[in-house]
């Protein structure tokens, strides 16, 4: 059987959706790589989306379901584009059952699409099986009729699937295919990656795990399916690798024609440095689509770091201004029919691009010089700290940083580096987790027998409830008792569960002798989870009890949270219509609102935005709740946030005339509820990203006062009327500049003084002065100023000078002659640093002036000394 002319990725993506439509598998688009999951910072599996039906926390819209599902993994970044199919992005198409089909119809399908539909010969297909499903085997066997040779029996580690240490799970069955049949069936290894490639896992789920180990089968069976399109086009293309399939190497070839190299014609470590620029390049746009924006934490940190790996290996293929926007663009245009978000947040890409690749060439520059301070201070070793504080922080790659070091004499300690490097890794693997995991597993758990909360705190704020689960410290119990702390879980609420920025209710739950403190809610997989401390009686399972909420705390929420609308539509208004939200946080006390905006506000911006707000609100426009199907919502204009899960009906929150935005939360009947608004600061908290933080409603109340009492204080200690507070202040701060400056100059007059007295203490050597000595109490300036004024009435020679001008900083200073410099081949810099290290610091300089700190004093009379040992030794 001969295999089809070679389909393009596009292609092979759009046949997997269609063998599995025609056999009634829904068609659902790609969630977002934002997942809904609180323990995974990014869609790391084709399965995830659907992780809640498979744990039997959500009830499945359709029995059968098919995608193409984005991912992103940063586990093995280092091996991106040194092997032949390691990526960060990748796509994985996917079939999935819930409770329908299973084991030998997954199987069937999976063998008919890869040698039927792809044309895959099927003497050039090999499978595994987990060692212990001999049903599988059989089937692979009997009625797929594959030699029994060619079913490879593998341990739980590679062919059983498991969520978690309880829940469902199941034995799974790959297909691999052979890149070299010629060496035959006798030896078949595959873990030989160079032979063998792995490109469709098919995982039965039939079992569920309790906390001893036992296997019992599911009353409902699941399959869940994954094919890596990158994998398969690299079968059906025949390319040597992933990176030059036609999903891939466009971007490559884009980025190539940039930096002016001939891909077939580079070597392979640049080769390397333009698989990573296109693997990374396609990570990064798909995450600023899907709203992510660099930061220093999370999924930002996560970008960020993508970004700099890609501008760092432009800059090693000798790149030097910018380019990763005209790659990007690439990027867009090859995903743009399957992503159309790509399309529509086109602007936002190039824009969050363009910003962080020229701050990281700031942060570069910075690092070379650093680089050269640490080289001209080593002694034959650059410390591992040094090299992975230059890795992580300027985004030095590890060979650069030994290249350079070796043009200069030096090694680099190696193994100190990559220690650092494990710690870093470690850090970066924690993800955030919004419920504590043994929660989640006791959820896992007892989602198999309670249903979804249905949450009634849009139109009651108090509801008869029946306890359906008790969690303490994670576990699940029958009851709590006075003085437990508790997590429950109501069949039906009135407190709404923190989401889209808006904090969990407060409230009580009550009954006879019971009550409940309610703290916070949160919500897993349709669950609200009510955190409280029982306050009086028993609580136990299957109790009823009355819920309702804190009306105080509601009323504020709501007010915050409209008010965070309406700060959106003045910031569009007067701003600009391309603001859009990267965030916010809807507490009792106040409000916080992140949102695009490469500058900051003008004061003139932030008093016009504030004015326009309480207008709205003085007006008593009335705030209208809709239930409208997703397309209609976005049609009317109402405004969606980005990394946001939408259903195909959504809840539209309308401002008639003012703002329309697609909300879960709670909100005013009227903007006339909210009292007022007041802005407290707009300030930046990323590259692109501005924050502001207000207060709305009774909060405003409780800001004015807060401010009154502040301003009655510094008028009564400053004598003097609240409106002459500023003068009075600008008074006081002249006055103290004026004593600074006295200071200083007092301050190194002493200093000087001191140093004319220690002339006749300094030491000839061979025709050379040498002065060493401790000045005490003196600043870093004063003690500069000393040490230069003696080494040029000492002449030719060398001063090294000690100060403590604070309980726990020492200052130190080292002057060099000319003829010293040039005789002796001596440099202060690099005299000082190593010096400066005994007392528990570093710095450097010139070769005839260098400055140094530290932060032990008690060690400085030893550095001194060995300060003018040294220089002793060298002069003689």
Not at 49 to 68: C, E, H, V, Y
Not at 443 to 466: E, I, K, R, S
Not at 511 to 534: W, Y
Request: hydrophobic share 40%.
């Amino acid at each position: 059987m001969s295999q089809t002319p070679a389909l393009s990725g596009a292609q092979i993506r759009q046949t997997f959706l269609d063998f599995y439509a025609r056999r009634q598998h829904q068609i659902l688009p790609s969630a977002s790589l934002v997942p809904e999951d609180p323990t995974v910072l990014l869609t790391i599996a084709g399965m995830l989306p659907f992780k809640p039906i498979f744990l039997g926390q959500r009830t499945p819209d359709f029995p059968r379901a098919t995608t193409s599902q984005k991912c992103i993994r940063t586990n093995d970044i280092e091996n991106v584009g040194r092997t032949a199919r390691h990526h960060t992005f990748f796509e994985m198409l996917g079939n999935f059952s819930f409770g329908d089909y299973f084991k030998r119809q997954a199987i069937l399908w999976a063998w008919e699409l890869s040698t039927e539909v792809f044309k895959l010969p099927p003497e050039r297909l090999v499978v595994s099986v987990f060692e212990e499903d001999d049903e599988a085997f059989a089937l692979w066997r009997d009625e797929v009729g594959i030699p029994a040779h060619r079913i490879q029996k593998m341990g739980a580690d590679d062919n059983f699937w498991v969520s978690g240490p309880t829940g469902p799970c199941g034995p799974c069955s790959e297909l691999y295919y052979d890149f070299q049949p010629e060496l035959g069936d006798e030896t078949i290894d595959l873990e030989d990656d160079s032979r063998f490639i792995e490109f469709y896992n098919l995982v039965f789920m039939q079992y569920n795990r309790d906390a001893q180990g036992n296997l019992t089968p599911l009353e409902k069976q699941n399959i869940d399916t994954g094919m890596g399109l990158e994998r398969m086009a690299q079968i059906l293309q025949k390319v040597p690798n992933n990176y030059e399939t036609d999903l891939i190497f466009p971007i490559i070839q884009a980025a190539a024609q940039i930096l002016q190299i001939d891909y077939s014609a580079a070597s392979e470590t640049e080769k390397t440095s333009l698989k990573v620029i296109g693997d990374h390049i396609r990570a990064v746009v798909h995450l600023i689509a899907d709203g992510v924006s660099a930061s220093n934490l999370g999924r930002g940190y996560i970008l960020r770091r993508l970004i700099r790996r890609v501008v760092r290996h432009g800059r090693l293929l000798g790149m030097s201004g910018e380019f990763t926007p005209q790659v990007a663009e690439t990027v867009i245009q090859l995903g743009q029919d399957v992503y159309p978000n790509l399309v529509e947040r086109r602007e936002a890409i190039l824009q969050e691009l363009a910003r962080e690749e020229a701050a990281f060439l700031k942060t570069l520059e910075r690092g070379e010089k650093l680089l050269a301070e640490i080289i001209a201070q080593a002694q034959g070793q650059i410390a591992g700290a040094d090299a992975f504080t230059l890795y992580d922080t300027y985004g030095f790659p590890l060979e650069l940083t030994e290249e350079i070091a070796e043009e200069a004499g030096l090694t680099v300690d190696r193994e100190a580096f990559e220690k650092e490097m494990a710690a870093q890794q470690a850090r970066s693997k924690a993800a955030h987790r919004t419920l504590d995991l043994t929660v989640q597993e006791s959820l896992d758990n007892l989602a198999q027998d309670v249903h979804p909360t249905a949450f009634l705190g849009y139109d009651h704020l108090q509801t008869v409830a029946t306890v359906q689960g008790v969690l303490i410290d994670g576990e699940l119990r029958e009851q709590a008792e006075a003085g437990d702390v508790a997590q429950i879980i109501l069949d039906q609420t009135p407190f709404y569960a923190e989401s889209g920025g808006q904090i969990g209710d407060r409230g009580y739950l009550s009954g006879a002798n019971l009550l409940v403190r309610i703290e916070d809610v949160k919500k897993e997989s349709g669950i609200f989870i009510h955190f409280g401390r029982v306050e009086r009686g028993l609580l136990q399972r299957g109790q009823t009890v009355s819920a309702a909420i804190d009306r105080a705390c509601r009323r504020r929420a709501q007010a915050n949270h409209t008010a965070t609308h309406l700060l959106q539509a003045a910031l569009k208004k007067i701003v600009g219509e391309d603001i859009s939200q990267a965030g916010s946080l809807v507490d009792f006390n106040r409000l916080r609102f992140d949102f695009n905006c490469p500058r900051a506000l003008t004061p003139a911006e932030l008093e016009q935005i504030e004015e326009l707000i309480n207008t709205w609100i003085a007006e008593a426009h009335p705030a209208q709740v809709e239930i409208l199907p997703l397309a209609e919502a976005k049609q009317r204009g109402a405004v969606a946030m980005f990394g946001e899960k939408y259903g195909a009906e959504v809840r539209v929150v309308d401002v008639p005339g003012v703002s329309m935005e697609l909300c879960g939360g709670t909100h005013v009947a009227n903007t006339a509820e909210i009292g007022l608004f007041k802005i407290l600061t707009e300030t930046g908290i990323a590259a692109g990203i501005r924050r502001i933080e207000a207060v709305a409603g009774p909060a405003v109340l409780g800001y004015l006062n807060q401010r009154e009492r502040v301003v009655r204080e510094l008028s009564d200690r400053l004598k003097v009327k609240p409106e002459e507070i500023p003068d009075r202040v600008q008074q006081i701060q002249l006055e103290l500049k004026q004593t600074q400056k006295d200071l200083e100059a007092v301050q190194q007059a002493l200093a000087l003084a001191k140093s004319e007295a220690l002339l006749s203490q300094a030491e000839r050597i061979n025709g050379f002065a040498l002065l060493v000595a401790d000045l005490g109490e003196v600043d870093a300036e004063a003690l500069k100023s000393a040490a230069e004024r003696l080494q040029q009435k000492l002449g030719e020679g060398a001063v090294v000078l000690g100060a403590t001008a604070e309980a726990d900083k020492v200052s130190l200073v080292a002057a060099f002659s000319p003829g010293l410099i040039k005789t002796y081949n001596l440099q202060a810099g690099k005299f000082l640093g190593p010096i400066a290290k005994l007392c528990g610091g570093g710095g450097g300089g010139r070769p005839n002036l260098a400055q140094a700190g530290g932060r032990d004093p008690a060690q400085l009379p030893a550095a001194l000394a060995e300060a003018k040992r040294q220089l002793q030794t060298a002069l003689a």
